[in-house]
């Protein structure tokens, strides 16, 4: 199993908060967490359980939208959060587990 920690949009070239809509934010959070999966030899396919957590759950089908071209069936199980803030004013953190081929 490989726990994968909160990630926000933030850009890794940058080290700064990409700006854009929920959609964009979502797009780069889940970038880098494909980054810390192909890292681990894990794909989005590997992901069994997501956490999203959301400043404002009015953004939940954009956040849907883009998130749903990330996975396929059988999808993992997914918990999504109202916050009231997240780091440096991200408007989206999503974490993961994955479970790996048994070595």
Known sequence: MVFLSGQTPIDGSTGQLVGGDIKDQV?????NLAAVLAAAELSFDDVVKCNVFLVDMADFAAMNEVYAMHFRAPFP??????????????????????????K
């Open 77 to 102: 199980a997914r918990t999504t959060i109202g916050v009231a803030s997240l780091p440096l004013g991200a408007r989206v953190e999503i974490e993961m587990i994955a479970i790996g081929p048994t």
């Open 27 to 31: 797009r780069q959070s889940l970038s």
